[in-house]
C-alpha cells in the first residue's frame, strides 16, 4: 500500500485524480475485508496531507459516494471506517465541509440503526450548516428533535425544535411539515403543557396521510393528555371534542375519559389501571411551594373530628389533574363543602383542600366562593349547564325567570324544583299529543 501511494506522489496533477479513484476502488473490493478499514485510513490521509483540495475532493467524495450506496454490507466495518474518515478530515473541515456532511449523515443513520438515538443526534448537531438550504436545515433540526425525544432528552430538544420553528416556512413537503407538528405536541407533551398538547395530537390523529395504527396511537395519546391537563373550562371543550370522536370507544382508556366528561369522580383502583400506561415524564414528581405548604398546615381545629390524611398536596401530576377533577366534579354534586369532607374526598388535609380549591377559583376555573368563618366551600351554579339541561329531553324551551326570594342558600334549590316541575309538565304535554295519555276530564 506505501509503495502505490509512493508512486501515485511521482505522478503529475492531472494524473492523481484517476489514480487514486483507482485504487479506492480497488480497496472497497477486496475480499479480505480485515484491511479495507486500515487502508481507507491511510489513504485518506495521505490524500488530506500530501495531495491538493481540488484532487482531495475528488477522491473524497468518491469514498463517501461508495459508503453510501452499500459498497460496504458489513454494518461495524462501515461504521468503523465513516468514524475513521471523519476523525481525519474534522481538523479540515473548511475544505471538506460537504464530504463531512455526507459522512455525519451516514453515521447517524448507522446509530439509528442501532438505537442510539442520543449519541445520532449528536453527531448530526456537528453538522456545518453555512453550506446547507434552509429546508435542509429544517429537515435536520427534526431530526434531531426526533432523535432526542426518543431519550427523553426534551430540555435539549425543546433547543432545537425553536430553531426549526424558525424555518418552518422554508419547505412546501408534507411529510416534513407533519414531522414538525409531530414534534409540536410531543414537545408540548414533554413540557407538561397538556392541553396543548392534546389539541394537537388529536389534530394529527384525523389526518388521512398518517398510519391507521399511529393516528390510533396520536388519538390516545390525545386521551392522556386531555386527562392530566389542569382541571377547567377549556379542559372540559377538549374532552367533549375526544369524548364525541367515535374511535375513543375503543381505547384502553376509554372509561376514565368518559368519568372525566360526565364530571364523575375518580376512584383510586380507574386510576391505578390507567397510570400503569403512562410514559416516565407524565409521571414526574411535582414540588410544593412553600407558601402551599403553609397555607396547607391551617387545620380544623375541631379536635373530635381528626383528619384522615395528612397530605398537604398532590405528589405527581397525574395526582393534581385527578384531585382537580374530584373537586370539579364534586362542584356538580354538593351546594356547598367543608374544609375536612373535601380533604376526605380528595385524600388531603383539610386545609390543603382548601388551598387547591382557592388555587382553581382564583385561576377561573372553579366558579365558587369560600368561607373562612364555617370552613365551607360554596359552589356557585353553572348556568350554562342548567341552560342547556333545562330542555326536557330537548321536547321544548322552558322558560325560566329568577324570582328573588331573599333567601340566597334556599334559591338554587327552589330554581330546581321549578325546573323539574316544568319539565315534567312539558313531556306529559308531548305524550298527550302523540294520544299515549288522556287528559283527565274536568268535573262539571
Not at 146 to 164: C, F, G, I, K
Not at 183 to 211: G, N, P, T, V
Not at 281 to 301: F, G, M, P, Y
Not at 396 to 420: C, H, S
Amino acid at each position: 500500500m506505501d509503495s502505490r501511494l509512493t508512486q501515485f506522489a511521482a505522478l503529475n496533477q492531472k494524473d492523481k485524480a484517476p489514480a487514486y479513484l483507482s485504487l479506492v476502488s480497488e480497496i472497497l473490493t477486496r475480499q479480505d475485508q480485515s484491511l479495507i478499514a486500515p487502508d481507507l485510513h491511510t489513504l485518506v490521509e495521505t490524500v488530506v496531507q500530501d495531495v491538493g483540495i481540488v484532487v482531495g475532493r475528488q477522491v473524497l467524495s468518491e469514498l463517501v459516494r461508495n459508503l453510501g450506496t452499500g459498497s460496504i454490507s458489513d454494518h461495524n466495518l462501515r461504521k468503523r471506517i465513516v468514524k475513521e474518515t471523519l476523525n481525519t478530515l474534522q481538523p479540515r473541515i473548511v475544505s471538506y465541509e460537504e464530504q463531512v456532511n455526507s459522512l455525519r449523515f451516514q453515521l447517524a443513520d448507522l446509530l439509528e440503526t442501532e438505537e442510539e438515538w442520543s449519541e445520532a443526534a449528536r453527531v448530526l448537531m456537528g453538522i456545518s450548516s453555512r453550506s446547507l438550504p434552509d429546508e435542509e436545515k429544517f429537515r435536520v433540526n427534526i431530526r434531531i428533535v426526533r432523535l432526542l425525544l426518543e431519550d427523553e432528552d426534551s430540555v435539549q430538544a425543546e433547543t432545537y425544535y425553536n430553531r426549526a420553528a424558525s424555518l418552518s416556512n422554508s419547505t412546501s413537503d408534507r411529510e416534513t411539515q407533519l414531522q414538525f407538528k409531530l414534534c409540536q405536541a410531543r414537545i408540548s407533551d414533554y413540557a407538561r403543557k397538556f392541553l396543548e398538547a392534546a389539541m394537537r395530537y388529536h389534530e394529527l390523529s384525523w389526518l388521512a396521510e398518517i398510519d391507521e395504527e399511529e393516528r390510533k396511537e396520536m388519538l390516545s395519546a390525545a386521551v392522556t393528555c386531555a386527562v392530566l391537563a389542569p382541571a377547567g373550562p377549556n379542559r372540559s371543550r377538549v374532552l367533549a371534542s375526544l369524548y364525541r370522536d367515535e374511535r375513543s370507544a375503543d381505547l384502553p382508556s376509554y372509561n376514565i375519559l368518559s368519568k372525566m366528561f360526565l364530571d364523575h369522580i375518580l376512584r383510586p383502583a380507574e386510576i391505578r389501571t390507567f397510570e400503569e400506561r403512562l410514559r416516565p415524564h407524565q409521571l414526574a414528581k411535582i414540588a410544593i411551594s412553600s407558601n402551599d405548604q403553609l397555607a396547607s398546615t391551617i387545620d380544623d381545629d375541631d379536635s373530635a373530628e381528626p383528619s384522615t390524611s395528612t397530605r398537604r398536596g398532590p405528589s405527581t401530576v397525574l395526582d393534581r389533574a385527578v384531585m382537580e377533577h374530584n373537586l370539579l366534579a364534586s362542584s356538580k354534586i354538593y351546594n356547598n363543602i367543608t374544609f375536612r369532607g373535601l380533604g376526605a374526598l380528595l385524600d388531603l388535609a383539610p386545609g390543603a383542600a382548601e388551598t387547591m380549591a382557592r388555587k382553581m377559583i382564583e385561576q377561573g376555573r372553579l366558579k365558587g366562593s369560600i368561607d373562612q368563618v364555617d370552613k365551607l366551600i360554596w359552589f356557585d351554579a353553572a348556568r350554562e349547564e342548567d341552560d342547556a339541561q333545562g330542555k326536557a329531553g330537548g321536547l321544548g324551551d322552558v322558560e325560566q325567570t329568577n324570582e328573588d326570594t331573599g333567601a340566597p342558600f334556599t334559591k338554587r334549590w327552589d330554581l330546581q324544583i321549578r325546573m323539574t316541575a316544568a319539565n315534567v309538565e312539558t313531556i306529559v304535554q308531548h305524550l298527550a299529543e302523540k294520544g299515549f295519555v288522556q287528559q283527565p276530564a274536568v268535573a262539571a
